[in-house]
């Protein structure tokens, strides 16, 4: 007991002091976390990397010697086949596949998609080839065709030059000197590689320069090695094997990518053994499809670069520049300037925190103003705020002119026509005021974005032009990201390094003709991370590329980049309720539900304002407030209202209180057959329902006339339907304008085949106009289950037939109803027979393409109209 009672009292005695020690370590440990979480975690609270640590460009090669051989692949032979290329796939979701595809949308090449099947696509169009290059994911398939494809598909590459490109994956068991089957050239399967280098003298090259060699290990473990038995055969690419010991013995070149120049069965090939995960086997892929396509698919050499500082007096104190820094930023900038002639950092400023640092960083701020003609300069907003927060225009306007003012009063030039919103704010989604503001106090001609249409894939994005100012593409090249993962991580440096060295940094200056990019004033202090990643990969593009690298002034890039690519001046609106990074730089007076559910997309003259109206009957379906031009059509996916952005279409929605129980809808004619319609109502409205109502063509060609008559257009009024319809190509231009109009809308398959690229068949519903006349409380049932509005809305005690108007109406009360105008349902003369049977024959291949159409949606019946239409051409 007394052993007991002597460890109780020691344990008892010892228990306060384990408490304050544990307290005291818990302390400790909170004091250190926090440290640790400030010094690594916070940004721009204070650096992310120490400033003792700063990487130097260590890219070494040949970069004085000038640029690389580069061969003109263009001839002035005729050629017979479209700037296009064919791309078997294995499947659908195949890696190589899609990689394939994602380096053609990047360089914008078209291109078709085709699963290696027992059956060919059809390759001509009359005369001439619809493609200028085939493209095989796996090369077996092409060598594996069955005797009547394969002969069909090398008579069109030798009738047409067409030349095939084709790649090697590794294979479940390894080949030792095994023959491809049909060519005179032997394989070897399943290597492992290092130390890839390129035949200086192939004419394939181009883009790629020669002369360097990649070192290191090769990526993937599946590499497949040429060995040709036949002079038609040129290497294009070595590489060593992985085994082979460091000392240089028996390191013999092995090819891992073969030109066949034809000379065996008068077909140009280019075979790879491997896929598109080693970089150069992408630059080599484009040069490839230039040399097979005769210079039809080459891409152009020249480069622009500039690289936007942002943010310059912006930042904590520790985040800033110092003296030093600016002497750094532009010693690098005279190394760059060497090897891109023009090249200056464009420096973006806000003055509000003009001195805002520590004094060593407050000398970094006059230092730059010293040298302020040594850079170009662009307007950020005086005090960083988002633009997309303002929604009083003055406000706007005052904060931006303190910016000027600040710049006149430093000497800073105001007259670049180019600026860039905090955080990208306001430019995409489009903030209006942003616009307005921009133009009345800069002047602005000229910005940049990358949430356009969007951030991923990097790939897709694309400029547009708005209220005349012109927004460019801009690119990121994750310096924040690298930052951390340098501080962070030991391979960190490795990552960037794989960035700079042939990854997702090159490739975007290859791939993209006019490069803007964005960086931050603190990647340039602290570790200057942004001066080592573009001076690196500046050179790294000089040693493997024949790229002329250029740098212009925002304004030449922009005007520069509108002439390479015209079609993409016309915008086109997504929704940003689609994408997190949208919703966070959208006007908070916006909301999700400000648009329509389902659109009624016409065509013309088929009862489409009945059938608006009979919607509104219904408590839970509401459309658009009236616009003062076109009444209760908007027209905005197709015409000039497109232009005036999404925030005027929105404003024609009034916001949704109960959005459960609201339907909104939209009703514009005019889309069914507008060519851009489909593709940008599906941008932004993704999930929509859409609604048209057919009738005969050949009745909606004569009820259109004779609207056109009621409106006293001079044209209907003095032509019959008959010389309007018959009207040929020589005609005056007004007389072929009102042909289109009537002819151009029933031809109703082609334009729902347009729309069904965008939307899928299930929410596509199809009103037979007739019935719509004749029995309309079935049809709206009908809808209201395809639209699966519930409960269903009665309409039989909301329609009632009008034996005066000839159609049905909406019931007021027991004994009135309310019809629609005077313009609605009027009695036309009887069309001429001759008319009618002309437009017979006219629309017969279109109404029988329809009958298949309808088929293939599921239609249980075809309409009564269209047998009718038919009936003089089915057999008896």
């Not at 990526?219 to 992985?242: I, M, R």
């Not at 698919?297 to 670069?305: A, H, N």
């Not at 009103?767 to 004749?774: C, H, P, T, V, W």
């Amino acid at each position: 007991m007394e052993e007991r009672a002597q460890l109780l009292g020691t344990r008892r005695g010892r228990g306060p002091l384990t408490l304050r020690r544990a307290l005291f370590i818990l302390l400790a440990l909170s004091i250190f976390s926090i440290s640790y979480s400030l010094f690594y975690l916070s940004y721009p609270l204070t650096s992310l990397i120490r400033r003792e640590w700063r990487p130097e460009p260590s890219i070494r090669c040949q970069v004085l010697t000038g640029l690389g051989r580069s061969h003109d692949h263009s001839t002035s032979a005729r050629l017979r086949i479209d700037p296009k290329v064919l791309v078997f796939v294995e499947t659908t979701y195949s890696r190589l596949g899609r990689d394939i595809a994602e380096l053609l949308v990047y360089n914008r090449i078209k291109y078709k998609v085709e699963v290696a099947t027992k059956s060919l696509p059809v390759l001509t169009n009359l005369d001439k080839g619809r493609y200028g290059v085939i493209v095989f994911e796996n090369l077996h398939k092409y060598l594996q065709m069955d005797k009547w494809n394969r002969e069909l598909l090398d008579k069109y590459c030798r009738e047409y030059s067409v030349g095939i490109i084709g790649f090697l994956l590794g294979t479940e068991e390894r080949q030792v000197h095994a023959q491809l089957r049909g060519l005179p050239l032997f394989v070897h399967t399943n290597l492992r590689l290092r130390d890839a280098a390129l035949n200086a003298g192939s004419p394939i090259l181009r883009l790629t320069r020669a002369g360097e060699t990649a070192w290191g290990t090769l990526p993937g473990e599946d590499w497949t090695v040429f060995s040709p038995n036949h002079s038609t055969y040129e290497p294009l690419a070595w590489a060593t094997n992985h085994s082979h010991n460091e000392e240089g013995r028996n390191k013999t070149p092995l090819v891992t990518a073969i030109q066949d120049h034809g000379g065996f069965d008068g077909i140009q090939r280019v075979m790879f053994g491997s896929g598109l995960k080693f970089w150069l086997h992408r630059l080599l892929f484009l040069d490839a499809l230039s040399y097979l396509s005769h210079g039809q698919l080459s891409i152009s050499l020249e480069r622009y670069i500039l690289v936007d500082v942002d943010d310059i007096f912006v930042g904590e104190r520790g985040t800033r520049l110092r003296r030093e820094d600016v002497i750094a930023l532009l010693s690098t900038q005279q190394r760059i300037q060497e090897m891109v002639p023009g090249f200056k950092f464009n420096l973006g400023f806000s003055g509000k925190y003009f001195h805002h640092g520590t004094s060593e960083e407050n000398l970094g701020d006059d230092m730059l103003l010293e040298n302020l003609d040594k850079f170009t300069w662009f307007s950020h907003m005086w005090n960083h705020q988002q633009p997309h927060l303002y929604e009083n225009q003055t406000q706007l306007e005052y904060d931006m002119t303190l910016n000027r003012n600040f710049a006149k009063e430093h000497g800073i030039p105001v007259d670049s026509g180019y600026s860039v919103a905090p955080h990208h704010s306001g430019v995409y989604p489009v903030h209006e005021l942003l616009y307005s503001a921009w133009r009345h106090v800069w002047g602005i001609r000229v910005t940049s974005t990358e949430e356009y249409p969007h951030l991923r894939p990097a790939r897709l994005r694309r400029g547009f032009i708005h209220r005349g100012i012109m927004v460019l593409p801009r690119q990121t090249c994750g310096l924040f990201t690298h930052t951390i993962l340098i501080d962070r991580y030991p391979g960190g440096r490795q990552k960037l390094d794989e960035s700079i060295q042939g990854g997702e940094l090159f490739q975007t200056v290859v791939y993209n003709p006019i490069n803007i990019f964005m960086s931050h004033m603190s990647n340039y202090g602290n570790d200057r991370l942004a001066l080592y990643t573009f001076e690196s990969v500046i050179k790294f593009l000089r040693c493997w590329t024949n790229l002329k690298l250029l740098s212009a002034p925002p304004l030449t890039l922009a005007e520069k980049y509108f002439s390479l690519y015209p079609e993409e001046a016309d915008p086109v609106w997504g929704n940003p309720c689609h994408d997190p990074r949208h919703i966070k730089i959208w006007s908070h007076n916006k909301t999700c539900e400000q648009l329509p559910r389902f659109l009624v997309i016409g065509p013309q003259k088929t009862g489409t304002t009945a059938l608006y109206t009979f919607l509104l009957i219904h408590p839970n379906i509401s459309s658009n407030i009236n616009s003062p031009e076109t009444y209760e059509e908007i027209q905005f996916f197709n015409g000039r209202n497109y232009y005036r952005g999404l925030s005027w279409y929105m404003d024609f929605f009034p916001i949704v209180k109960n959005n459960s129980a609201q339907y909104l809808f939209e009703k514009s004619a005019t889309y069914f057959d507008g060519e851009l319609v489909p593709k940008r109502a599906h941008a932004l409205l993704p999930q929509a329902k859409l609604v048209t109502i057919l009738i005969s063509p050949a009745k909606r060609a004569y009820s259109w006339y004779q609207h056109m008559r009621v409106h006293k257009d001079p044209i209907a009024l003095n032509y019959s339907f008959y010389d309007v319809i018959s009207a040929t190509d020589t005609a005056p231009k007004v007389l072929r304008d009102l042909r289109n109009r009537c002819l151009n809308p029933g031809k109703y398959s082609q334009h729902l085949e347009r729309w069904l690229q965008y939307y899928s068949p299930q929410q596509l519903h199809i009103i037979d106009g007739e019935q719509l006349r004749s029995n309309p409380i079935e049809v709206m049932d009908h809808l209201q289950k395809f639209l699966k509005i519930t409960p269903l809305y009665d309409y039989s005690s909301h329609l009632r037939y009008d034996i005066k108007k000839g159609f049905f109406c909406q019931v007021m009360s027991h004994d009135r109803t309310k019809c629609l105008g005077k313009s609605k349902g009027r009695a036309y003369p009887q069309m001429e027979e001759r008319a009618y049977k002309l437009l017979q024959r006219y629309y017969l291949s279109h109404n029988t393409a329809l009958v298949k159409l309808l088929k293939r949606l599921g239609l249980r019946s075809v309409p009564q109209w269209l047998k009718e239409d038919l009936s003089d051409f089915l057999p008896a």
